[in-house]
Each structure stands twice: as C-alpha cells, then as structure tokens.
C-alpha cells in the first residue's frame, strides 16, 4: 500500500541512538553504528523518532510499504520481554553484601577499595523493575564503557547505589520503558547517570531523561560524562 512512512539518511546519521530509544514499536534499531528502518510493517507513520534526531537525519516520504501491523508490534514486544528470565542462573536478581570497608588497600601502583556493587543482575534490560532491592535506593545508571575509562568508578559512583548499565548503541532497547517503570514504581531517591563523550552515548542520557518526565515524580538527578582518558569533563 502506499502511506507515509519515515526514511533515515546515513550520511546524516551519527549513530546517538536516541530515535531507537523513541521509536516506541522499536521498528528502528542500531546496525553497523547508524539507525535503521527494520521493519516498515513496525512503523506506525507517527514519527516520535523526527523530533529527537540532532542531525535532521529522519524525514517522512510516501512510498509502498507494508501495513503497520500493531499486533506484530505487540507480539515481538512480548517475545523480548519472555525472552528475558529464560531460567538462566544469571538472570537471578539478588542482593550483594559486600564487606565494610574503612580504609583503602594501597600498593605502590594501586589503590582499591573492593567492589562496591551491591546487586545482581546490572544489565538494564535483565533487572526486574520490582526487584525489592530497587525500593528506596539511590540509582545510578552508567554506560557500560564508564566503568573501563574511570579508574575510580567503584568509589565514585557505585558505592551506596544501585547499578544500572547499558550501551544505546548496541542494544536493541527502547531503555526509558524499562526506567519509567522502575522510577514510576518504586521510591528512587536519587538518580546519576554518567555517560561516555561521545555522541552515541547520549541515548542513555536521553532515555533517563524520558523516563523522569513519563514519571512525573520529581527526583534529584544528575548526569556526568566522562572522557574517553578517563576523565571527568561534565558535572550537570
């Protein structure tokens, strides 16, 4: 049939994510570092994707497409999210307790003060948005390369939180979903989201974005962005 549908130009795109992470029928996904049309029959025409695109790269044309097939839409949501418990072991949420520690360890090249993480699993898209221990926590969530480029990420940012990690650019995962439910049903008290300085990495930051506004609750928060040598370069 021919309808409105949108086309994205690769030239144009430069790989944030963020029109992945609206694309709420999750008909855009990320291939080889630039946004992607998956599926016309996912498209629903209404374009949420356009306004987030820093690089005008998405517009609408009339064109023969598939129908968009809401009940496809529906059953691939689904399948992900059954896909996700699936009986692995490491799916398993848990709390860790980690021992007390007053003073760090020192050697004459490091300086450690033992893991600092206190749950399991820390993938966004394997947390379960009703896990007990997400009820009055502080919640941090990072991309996953912060962690590698920050030499002191443990005591700087995951000591006293809970960890959420994940990469805009290669999961296919429409992240503020899953946070608005976190937020919206437990009592986070404090949200940090620290980022990687580079453009793609802001579709973490945006999807935290969104899911305060779809919250409606009003949490102190902050996003910090990191170099790609490990430095602080951004505290807002």
């Known amino acids: 049939m021919l309808r409105k549908i949108i086309t ?3 030239e144009k795109c430069n790989g944030c994510g963020f029109c992945a992470a609206a694309c709420h029928e999750q008909a855009i996904g990320m291939i080889d570092g630039k946004a992607t049309l998956l599926r016309d029959d996912y498209c629903d025409g209404l374009g949420d994707c356009l306004p987030v695109c820093p690089t005008n790269a998405i517009s ?32 398993q949420a848990k709390l860790l307790h980690q021992p007390a520690t007053t003073e760090a360890s020192s050697t004459a090249d490091t300086i450690t003060t033992g893991s ?10 394997l947390v379960n948005p009703h896990a007990q221990y997400l009820q009055g926590c502080k919640l941090l969530i990072a991309a996953d ?6 030499d002191d990420f443990h005591r700087r940012f995951i000591k006293n939180h809970i960890t959420l990690i994940g990469c805009p650019k290669l999961d296919n995962e429409d992240y503020s979903r899953k946070l608005t439910e976190i937020l ?23 999807a935290a974005k969104t899911a305060l506004q779809q919250s409606g609750k009003f949490i102190p928060w902050q996003v910090v962005t990191i170099s790609t040598d490990g430095q602080i370069v951004d505290e807002i």
């Open 60 to 91: 609408f044309e009339l064109r023969e497409a598939a129908a968009y097939d809401e009940a496809a839409v529906l059953a691939n949501q689904a399948r992900q999210q059954e896909a996700l418990p699936c009986g692995c072991p490491g799916t």
């Open 8 to 10: 994205i130009d690769q």
């Open 116 to 125: 600092q993480l206190r749950q399991w699993p820390v993938q966004i898209k």
């Open 184 to 206: 919206t049903h437990n009592d986070i008290k404090s949200l940090t989201v620290v980022r990687m300085d580079v453009p793609c990495c802001g579709g973490i930051e945006q």
């Open 145 to 150: 390369c912060t962690a590698f480029a920050y």
